[in-house]
């Protein structure tokens, strides 16, 4: 069995009898130990730079600068030897060897997590022998890809309520790529057949989640944050290029998540406001997709640079959902298609909606904290990576089909 097994791999009819056993049961070792042992330490390493991406990329910093990786407590340069994935957190006792400050777990945890799905995709898609080793060999590698973004909007939404478009828009296009260099991600083996139902992936996500949040505009409305003391507030970007940013006390929202609409309005009762660094005596601004208006004034949005002051109360536009979930499931359509945008937002509705009420209620949340749904969003996809042909055709089994 090993001998005619052996022979479907190496692509040979009139692979020798004479093979010696140890040479025929070390190449039933590299199929079955080496390569996903390979899978489980690419895996580990892959972790190790998301951890970089998750912690850099949400505050402006540059994954290549510094090149080295560092504390954050304390800025120490991490030496190669204690940076080895899984390895050194353990090893350190999950604290910095300089500043004997604690490491977070979740470091060790993003590792982890990666190693493992990084192996269980090579176990689930890549045959062990034989015909298919090469194509699943290319899927494995495009969930690879899908994957690591999925753990970085996952960690990243936990934290700042975001998912930049570095990993949704940039996903994207990956995701394009990626269907036409593997058209069996799509169960095609036609190239243009292929980036066709990427494309169709793409847009059916886009379109379905861009239609809840224009029904949660209309179905929410707005919500107001009151405050007993005047507390600060901004709107500003560090960059030319980067998307404004909303800061209201200790929340921040990315601009287009608050102006989706050009009816949409932020209205904010002020007692202390500048513009551009010009002090300005009104009790309130009223904030436009396109400008800002205080008492008679109004300043263009292109012409202002940085908006700050203190506010007792606020009164913003209220999302179903943040647009960057938008994009998120586009991404996430251009890799796995149209069937898997529908799977994965019914499993991430329910999710969300079992684990958002279990937590406002044992945590004892306010209703108004928002909840990510990007993490939601990720589980949804690998339920549809991993059974996803199994679910449909349960589906349709039971309907009759």
């Given amino acids: 069995m090993i001998h005619a097994l052996a022979s479907k791999a190496l692509g040979k009819s009139d692979f020798p009898f004479y093979l010696p056993i140890d040479t025929m049961l070390s190449l039933e070792t590299f199929f079955q130990i080496i390569l996903p042992g390979v899978a489980l330490f690419v895996g580990s390493c892959v972790g190790s730079f998301l951890n970089v991406v998750i912690y850099r990329v949400p505050i402006g910093l540059s994954v290549n600068e510094p090149k080295r990786s560092f504390c954050p407590l304390c800025k120490y340069d991490i030496p190669w030897y204690q940076n080895l994935p899984l390895l050194s957190w353990l090893l350190l006792r999950g604290r910095c060897s300089s500043c004997k400050k604690s490491i977070p777990v979740r470091y060790f945890g993003v590792e982890l997590l990666t190693a493992v799905v990084f192996f269980v995709i090579w176990m689930v898609f890549v045959p062990a022998y034989g015909p298919g080793f090469e194509m699943g060999v290319g899927v494995a590698m495009a969930y690879w890809i899908l994957a690591s973004l999925l753990i970085c909007a996952i960690f990243i939404d936990i934290d700042h309520y975001i998912i930049p478009d570095s990993i949704t828009l940039g996903g994207l296009v990956v995701g394009l790529i990626a269907v036409l260099i593997v058209p069996d991600l799509m169960g095609q083996t036609s190239r243009l057949q292929a980036l066709w139902l990427s494309v169709v992936g793409a847009a059916a996500g886009y379109g379905l989640l861009w239609g809840v949040v224009q029904f949660g505009k209309l179905a929410f409305g707005k919500t107001k944050r009151s405050f007993d003391e005047p507390v600060d507030w901004s709107i500003g970007q560090e ?163």
Wanted: aromatic share 12%.
């Fill in 239 to 401: 960059e030319d290029a980067d998307e404004p940013m909303i800061k209201i006390a200790d929340e921040v929202q990315p601009w287009t998540d608050v102006f989706f609409r050009s009816s949409d309005r932020m209205i904010v009762d002020v007692t202390e406001l500048r513009i551009n660094g010009e002090s300005l005596q009104v009790d309130q601004l009223v904030v436009w997709h396109d400008r800002f208006v205080a008492g008679d004034r109004s300043f263009p949005l292109e012409e202002v640079k940085h908006v700050e002051g203190k506010c007792t109360q606020v009164v913003i536009p209220r999302e179903a959902m943040g647009f960057g979930d938008v994009k998120f499931i586009a991404m996430i359509g251009a890799f796995l298609g149209w069937q898997a945008v529908l799977l994965t937002v019914f499993v991430a509705s329910i999710l969300g909606a079992v684990l958002g009420l279990t937590q406002k209620m044992l945590l004892r949340d306010s209703w108004a904290q928002p909840l990510p749904f990007g993490p939601y969003l990720a589980a949804g996809a690998f339920v549809w990576m991993f059974y996803g042909e199994r679910i449909v055709a349960w589906y349709l089994g039971g309907i009759g089909f």
